[in-house]
């Protein structure tokens, strides 16, 4: 057997499945095949009181919801991220009654492990209690073939995903074209130290985030480190962005977040130079673009010059 049937069946054998409720399954279907790393989706009845149900017998209270079976690559997009999906395409807290409730339907422990703590984390975001349903998968059938991929068949039909939820989509599917950005900025992950684009850059200019292209910071206050990452002394304006306390990888720091995208940036300690103020901003390249000062008017940036 070559690499290359190799490298195929190991990313058979690493893909994961998931079965989402969340009202009618032809919207849920259409939500998800737009997200990039799912592999393939599938309608269904599941979690109902008998096997091999029909749209009829569903119809009807046989107790099973619609929902979308949900295979993706780990590696191209987490359960986690995947999950964030789905809280943002329905409402976590609204009660729907047989065939259209909300759920997340699971056939691995493990899975469950990361629901639940997921699960745990957005109630902290409502008032109210959260209303879907966390349960093992039992009774699956594939639902009939003209309810798959209807909506892609259908595109005047009135249960289309709403555009501003297809955006977001399509912002993040635009990172994960470029890794490095997507596993920083998303991910909260680090860029290797000096093999980076920013860390030893001299060029005049500002540096916008690379997503929403809002100014960060600027080249006036950068200062040369020998940590391996770009290092400002402040922000271009404290409005744009956020600190958070970061208690990862058991360390106690300050996490920078760009404002506007909620982008991962970096952290900022207070080891900086005196003469600079005493703060260090250590930011990932990849979560900056830069524009070189002879470039600012023409993007837009011109008010910015006075600050180089």
Known sequence: MNWKNNTILKMVKDMKELYFAGGCFWTVQEYFRKIQGVIETEVGYANGKTEHPTYEEVCKGSGHAEVVKVTFHPYQISLTRLLDF?????????FKKGQ???????TKTDDYKIISYALKKLQTHYHRKIKIECLPLENYTKAESYHQDYLRKHPNCPYQVPNYKLQM???EN???RKPISFYVTKEKKTEPPF?????DYKEDGIYVDIDTNTPLFSSKDKFSSDCGWPCFSKPIDENCIQ?????????????VISKNSHNHLGHVFQDGPMELGGKRYCVNSAALRFIP???MKEEGFASYLEKL
Do not use: V
């Open 195 to 199: 093999e980076n684009a920013y860390w």
């Open 293 to 295: 000062k002879d470039k």
């Open 174 to 176: 635009n990172l994960k």
């Open 169 to 171: 989509i399509e912002a």
């Open 100 to 106: 259209y409730r909300t759920g997340i339907y699971y």
């Open 243 to 255: 600190k958070k306390l970061d208690l990862s990888h058991f360390m106690i720091r300050t996490e």
């Open 86 to 94: 789905f809280y943002e395409l329905i409402q976590p807290t609204k």
